[in-house]
Structures are given as C-alpha cells and as structure tokens.
C-alpha cells in the first residue's frame, strides 16, 4: 500500500486550507480503531474531515460520510466533547519537512486557538493527540507507556513533545546543479535509491516516479546515467520543489490568521531573528525553519489549488505530481479517500475471506467425520436381523448342541442354506440366544438413536457447503458491495454460532449488500442471491406471482429468480441463460453440466426452524445448466460495464 508522504500530505493540506479552514466543528464520529471523521460546515457547505492513524493508511483527507450505527468508543467522545461547537482555524505543519500537522481550534476564527489537534502521520508510529492551550495532552488515540518506547512517551497530562527529529540532508531549490548531482552519485547505486538516502523528504514512490518522469528506469545505477539524463533528472528535482513552493506561498497567502507563523519552505538565509518558536508549552522548541526554497517570480494572487499540484491514478497506485498518469481525478480530497478506502476494503476483504474459509473447512471437516463415524454405526445396526435370526435358530435347534461347542452349522429357516453362528463355549445354547436377542435390540436402539443425528449432520454440512458455495464465488474484490457481502456471511456464522463476536469493532459499511442483476435474452432481469440473506430475501420477499425460481438440484448454489411480468412468458433461451447462471453460481461449477430446477415461487417453501438460505420446493422443471456458458455470461458483463464507465 502506498503510503502518504510529504509532498501528498502537503498536496492534501493546501486543498483543505483553501476550501474547509475556517470551519465548524459539528459533529465527531469513530469509524474503527483507526479513523476519526470530524463533520465540519463551512459557509460553502457541509463534508466529513476523515482523519487515520492506520499503519498502513495513515491519512488527512475529505472523506465519506459515515455508516449510521451507533459510535461507542471512547476516544470519539472525549473529541467530541472537547471540541464541539469550536471551529478549526488553522492546519500547521510543526516541523520542517516532517509529516505532522497542528489542527488548531478556537471558539471563533481570529481567536488564539483552545485546542490543538496533532495527527501524526508516521507510518507505524501514526497517532493522533489532542492538547489544551498550553500543549498538555488530554487525549490520545494510542498511549505509549515507558515500557513500550524510552525515546518518546505520550500519556495523558503530560506535556505533548514532537517526534524525534529526522535527520540528513534537507532538499534545497537554491542547491546548485553540481552540488545536487555530485551527493547523489557520490556512493554507486540504484539512482531512485541514491536519491532516497541523500535527501530527506521523500518517500520510495516519489523517487521512483521522478525518475521515471526523468525517462529512467529506477534501479539504474548512478554510474551509468549520462550527462544529459542528470540534466532531465534534476529538471524533475527542481519541479517537485518549486510545487512545493508554491503550495506553501498559495496557503500563506490564503489561510485565516493564525497565532502561528508559517514553518514550512522559508528562504535559507536566516538569521536569529527569523527563527520561530514552536509553542509546546512547557516543552518549547527552537527549531530552524528549513527547506531552502527561494520564490522563483512567483505572483501568489495568480496561484490556485488545481494548479499547484495534479493528482491522478497511476499503475502502480496514485501521484500528485503529474507524473506516470493513466487517469486524472478530481482533487486530492477525492483522490486519497477512493485510494485508501478501496485499498483497507481489499485487506479486509482478504483477511475476512481467509478466515471464513478456514472456519468452514474446519467445521466440514469435522462434520463429515462425524457423518461417516453415524454411518458406519448404521451399517453395523444393519446387522441386528441377522442376530435375531441366528438366535431363532438356536432356540429352534437346542437339540444339535452340546457342551463346549464354540460354533454350529445349521439351515436357514427360508433358503435352507447353512448358516455358521459363533458360541460361547462357556455357555449353553439358551444363554448363546439370549446373548444373539440382547445383541439384536442393542443394535435396533443404535440406529433409532443414530438416524436423526445422522440426518441432524447432514442438514448441517448442506447449510455449510451452501455458505461454502458463496464463499467460493466471491473469492475477489471488486467493490464495497463485495465486502459487504461477505461480513454479512460472517454475521450470519456468528448468529449461527460458528464464529463467536470480535471484541473489536471491524469497519462498518451501512447499506445492506444487493444481489447480482443480469439481463436475459428477452429483456427480463434476472437476480442472483450472493449470500444467504439475499437468497432469503430473493426467494420470500422479492419473487411475485409471475417469477420463475431457479436452483442447482441437490447442489448447494444460489437462488436464482427470473422476473417475469403479468402476461409475459420467459423463452427457451431465456430459461437456458438463467440455468447456465444457476449452475455457475453453485459448488458444481467444475462440472460440464449440472441439473438445475426451477418452478413457481409459491412452491418454494422454508422448512420451519431451518437455517438461512434452506429451502424445499415442488411441481419442479428440470433444465441441464452449463457451468460454462454461464462464466462467458459473467465476464461478458463485467466487460460491458467497464465499457460504460
């Protein structure tokens, strides 16, 4: 996952300067462990400031609005309680060329801020610390003890300090051509590399896509880069600088007043006069502003928010930097909230599909087990007739035994044929009867006992290996309707009581998941159930009168319904294409051909106390669907619809 650097964290800054400072803060609401959204209104509008401390998708951006379900952590209160009502006044960065952010809130603009809000994008070290006036901390998404770090505590009460400075060289726009080129090619090496550890600043897909930009291949050696390829390569330096720069002159120049004064890309000759105190409280620091960038002719009133940086998507991920583009987006805010929400929505997806599917293995596995264990007790219950039998032909035989006999042969009552039953020589013929009789109602109470467990397990591997046949078809993301999907099956186990709750809150999604939507060869829409609750809500809520309800015979699948309205008759082709689709969506879809059934709705009917996605139905039809044509049909439309955006 791509990470937010400088250059994006100062990309994302300069929008939200522009467009949402100064704003009100109406409303806090957690989302997960890791995100905030802070509702901020703005004499323009209303939008949801989406604040991660993730370690992997730390991030400031506008973002969606979030799912409504109730918000019980206590973090979000305590945010919200400390500053509702207040507006946010200010967005300052508190250390040169460092990836933390002052978010300053006051009663109302132009007032000495009340709060300060400092989010910390830092990778795995992110977090996010609210402070009072005097930068003592009153909370903090994440306390870190002595016992867990000896560099940097942060607790409540105490005294908010900055993170260890980072060191190396700082980028300059006044460095010249000679001195830039002779540090990065001083030590031999990938030249997207040597850039990485001469200067401080950027991150691996910055320097990677600037030296594409510069027509490179990344992990060329420095050694072998001619003298014109330095030239394109330090063109692309001094155009990621000068972006900065402007960006910096666009929000000095537009921000609202601020007790603080600008700490980022200052002109390097400064004098003790020039250097700015850092208010920590009681832990103030002087520290040199850095970033020797000079103003090239720069007209600040000419600059604007869509020209100082270009964000679009790449191949490998985003940029905003106008470099290695395949499709330009709207803005940053947008840009970063698609990006790492798609990407966190694709590491759940993984994570939770990987652990359904074990979940499931295991409980098959076991079930089966248990079925073949019932199974074999059965066919050993098979046998008490012929222990009866065999103890009637003792008791009819008494006479043709005699002491310490420890088998006789005798004829069958009905084919005549000779029939040897092992004795107990230590007992007479009578006692090796009664023996045969109590064996026979043993075995009779086994399979009375054993028949409804068995039929119990088999029930319960059906229901399994109907979830199973919907894991198996949703194995990748594509959408959030895919996620959505596939926490509604874990929701279901858990009321099932196969998985048990998480402790932890997993992100929430609000809207319920909808089922697949095909058109057939006629015209008519055709819905295929993805999970178990949209079965249910396809086959008993959704199918009318005039529907045609399809499933894999004896085969775990998905519901399918055809709609059909009054007066209107589904053709042959159409009842093919809505097989073939059944037959896709089903645990035979290896298979050439698989029976599929459909009838009326109203034959459909859900056995009581059964589990979800359990039917049974009559006055059934049957088609021969083909796993095959259904695939095609699949692809077909995702093509077309790729087409159409």
């Known amino acids: ?321 106008d470099w290695g583009i395949v499709k330009p987006a709207e803005n940053i805010q947008t840009l970063l909230n698609s990006y790492y929400t798609n990407q966190l929505n694709q590491h759940e997806f993984a994570r939770l599909h990987n652990q359904l599917t074990q979940k499931l293995n295991n409980n098959l596995r076991k079930l089966r087990q248990k079925a073949s264990s019932f199974k074999e007790r059965l066919q050993q219950s098979d046998q008490a007739d012929q222990s009866r039998e065999k103890a009637d032909l003792l008791m009819a035989y008494l006479q043709d035994w005699q002491p310490g006999m420890k088998s006789i042969t005798l004829p069958d009552f009905e084919t005549n044929q000779p029939v040897k039953i092992p004795l107990n020589p230590e007992k007479n013929a009578v006692q090796n009867a009664q023996a045969f009789y109590k064996r026979h109602q043993k075995l009779k109470r086994t399979r009375d006992a054993v028949e409804p467990l068995l039929k119990e397990v088999q029930e319960e591997i059906q229901y399994l290996e109907q979830v199973e046949a919907s894991l198996t078809q949703l194995n990748t993301y594509n959408t959030l309707d895919d996620l959505q999907t596939l926490q509604e099956i874990r929701e279901e186990l858990i009321g099932q009581g196969y998985l048990e709750a998480s402790a932890q809150r997993s992100r929430n999604l609000s809207d319920v998941s909808q089922p697949y939507r095909y058109q057939t060869p006629s015209g008519f829409e055709l819905l295929i159930g993805r999970n178990n609750r949209q079965n249910d809500q396809l086959t008993f809520r959704t199918a009318g009168d005039y529907d045609l309800w399809f499933h894999t015979q004896e085969i775990a699948g998905s519901h399918v319904l055809l709609r059909l309205e009054p007066g209107t008759v589904a053709d042959p082709a159409d009842l093919q294409f809505a097989a073939d689709l059944a037959a896709y969506n089903s645990r035979g879809c290896q298979s050439e051909q698989v029976p599929v059934v459909y009838t009326k709705p109203k034959y459909v009917y859900k056995p009581k106390g059964a589990k979800p996605g359990m039917a049974i139905y009559k006055h059934e039809q049957i088609l021969w669907g083909r796993p095959d044509q259904g695939r095609d049909y699949v692809m077909k439309s995702a093509s077309t619809k790729k087409c159409k955006l």
């Open 1 to 321: 996952m791509q990470p937010v650097d400088y250059t994006t964290l100062t990309a994302a800054c300069s929008e939200l300067r522009a467009t949402w400072v100064p704003g009100r803060t109406e409303q806090v609401y957690q989302r997960d462990r890791y995100t905030i959204a802070i509702a901020l209104r703005t004499l323009n509008g209303r939008g949801w400031l989406t604040i991660c401390w993730h370690p992997q998708a730390a991030r400031i951006c506008i973002g969606d609005p979030p799912p409504r379900v109730p918000d019980t952590f206590t973090f979000s209160d305590q945010l919200r309680h400390q500053l509702g009502g207040f507006a946010l006044i200010a967005i300052e960065t508190i250390a040169p060329w460092e990836r933390v952010l002052d978010l300053q809130f006051a009663k109302r603009p132009g007032e000495a801020p009340t709060w300060h809000l400092y989010v910390e994008i830092i990778g795995k070290y992110s977090n996010l610390i609210l402070t009072d006036a005097d930068n003592l901390i009153v909370t903090t998404a994440h306390q870190v003890s002595n016992q867990q770090s000896t560099v940097r505590t942060i607790q409540t009460g105490q005294p908010y300090e900055l993170p260890p400075a980072l060191t190396g060289t700082t980028p300059s726009l006044t460095e010249p051509y000679q001195s830039w080129q002779e540090r990065v090619s001083l030590i031999p090496g990938a030249v997207a590399h040597q850039l990485l550890k001469s200067y401080r600043g950027l991150s691996p897909t910055l320097a990677r896509s600037m030296v594409q930009a510069a027509g490179l291949d990344p992990k060329q050696s420095t050694e072998t880069l001619e003298e014109s390829d330095w030239q394109n390569l330090f063109q692309r330096w001094q155009q990621w600088l000068q972006t900065l720069l402007n960006a910096s002159k666009f929000s000095t120049d537009n921000r609202q007043p601020s007790n603080l004064q600008p700490s980022n890309l200052q002109p390097s000759n400064l004098q003790p006069s020039n250097l700015q105190p850092v208010n920590l409280g009681q832990k103030a620091t002087l520290r040199e502003q850095p970033a020797n960038l000079q103003p090239a002719n720069l007209q600040p009133a000419n600059l604007k928010p869509a020209n100082l940086f270009q964000p679009g998507w790449t191949n490998q991920g985003y940029t905003v930097m």
